[in-house]
């Protein structure tokens, strides 16, 4: 076999890259250990599963599946049109909101520029950033959250892009609509911000802001959703971009032709206008975000305050409880990689997940009997 000496060419900021890992597929854990009963609560998807509306939708394409979809997506942007007061010449779309950061990075980042983002904050962030050579600027966290003013503090003058996720993921902590704009208002015109809104559907009544109202005072904000979470189309693999006309016509620029399925396209218009299905999501994940406080508090256990579909939770030693839930059928996150070694991400489920990750977690806890953890 030849000598692969191409590896020895790529950059150095490719070489170096750790990639992104993602939480355990209930299919490998089968394999690895023989589990036929398992939950997932890593990925923080829709328990209920995706709208009707858009399984509806579905049901209906067998004989589209042969064509290529609208390179455009002109049915989804005029839904996302109808449900947002600007033009379709406001949204971009991509294979999920992850696209759309790819599509940022390549944009605007390159070697000899820099984007800031928080400690904790989205692993994808400092991914993209490293992707194109650029500079990632961490700025710590402020009670595991976003420190906004020290962020922008931290804006050099090779800065292209600062990156905000709110709610954040992993941690689940929420910058208020006021301080967000205040802290937009400081950033310089030329660096774009992304505002990465994937969970913005599970904020309360009180807690809910209008950034697209913002557009026209800051020209440089790009709003980043997703159908992922809380509409359940994960699967699919849909995601937008909501920005000023001229930012989305750059980012068309670099976007791969065709990277919304039809499945997806389809979907994602119809799921959009259930908000039927949007508020029993939202109802579901507000009791289950209670029970998994209270039943953290009496096992003693600190839990970050979340805004999302999720909660972190201190446990002492994550990466070897995780192991320990793998192995009886229950999947969370391991929170190592972002720095959090002592905790444990875990997805609010259905009623019934919820109680049997706790029995499991009252159960390890009370054992600690020392075990491998297993290897994502």
């Known amino acids: 076999m030849k000598e692969l000496r191409y590896c020895d060419l790529v950059a ?3 070489r170096h890259l750790a990639p ?4 355990k597929p209930m299919a490998e854990l089968e394999r690895e250990l023989g589990l036929t009963s398992i939950i997932k609560l890593a990925s923080n998807e829709n328990p209920l599963g995706p709208s009707p509306r858009a399984l509806e939708a579905l049901a209906a394409l067998a004989g589209e599946l042969a064509l290529y979809p609208d390179g455009n997506g002109f049915e989804l942007k005029t839904a996302l049109s109808a449900h947002y007061p600007l033009g379709p010449d406001h949204f971009i ?14 944009t605007f980042l390159g070697p000899g ?62 910058l208020p609509g006021g301080d967000l704009h205040a802290g937009l208002s400081q950033v310089p015109p030329e660096v774009v911000v992304v505002l990465d809104e994937a969970y913005t559907e599970y ?4 807690q809910r802001y209008d950034p697209i109202a913002w557009l026209d005072e800051f020209p440089n904000l790009l709003i980043c959703r997703t159908f992922s979470k ?30 919304v399925s039809v499945p997806g396209l389809r979907a994602a218009s119809a799921a959009l206008g259930d908000r039927e299905f949007l508020e029993c999501t939202r109802t579901l994940n507000a009791q289950g975000r209670h029970f998994l406080k209270e039943a953290f ?13 999720f909660m972190t939770v201190a446990v002492g030693q994550g990466r070897k409880i995780y192991g320990q839930l793998l192995r009886q059928g229950v999947i969370v996150r391991p929170l ?4 959090l070694p002592l905790h444990l991400r875990v997805s609010i489920g259905t009623p019934s997940e919820n109680r049997r990750f706790i029995e499991a977690l009252t159960q390890t806890l009370e054992a600690q009997t020392p075990v491998s953890a297993v290897v994502l």
């Open 113 to 174: 520029t820099s984007a800031v983002y928080s400690q904790y904050g989205f692993a994808v962030y400092p991914i993209a950033t490293q992707t194109m050579g650029a500079q990632g600027i961490e700025v710590p966290a402020l009670q595991f959250g976003h420190d906004l003013p020290a962020m922008i503090r931290a804006i050099r003058p090779d800065t292209r892009v600062l990156f905000i996720a709110n709610p954040n993921n992993p941690t689940g902590t929420f």
């Open 297 to 309: 508090g009496s096992l003693g256990l600190s839990c970050l305050p979340s805004f999302g579909n």
């Open 336 to 339: 190592d990689a972002y720095g």
């Open 12 to 14: 150095d900021h490719v």
């Open 20 to 23: 992104y890992q993602p939480g």
């Open 230 to 259: 809380a509409y359940g189309l994960a699967g699919l693999r849909v995601g937008f971009g909501i920005g000023h006309p001229r930012l989305i016509a750059l980012l068309n620029r670099v976007r791969q032709p065709f990277n």
């Open 93 to 106: 779309l991509g294979n999920g909101s992850n696209d759309i950061l790819d599509l940022v990075a390549r």
């Open 203 to 206: 904020l309360s009544e009180d």
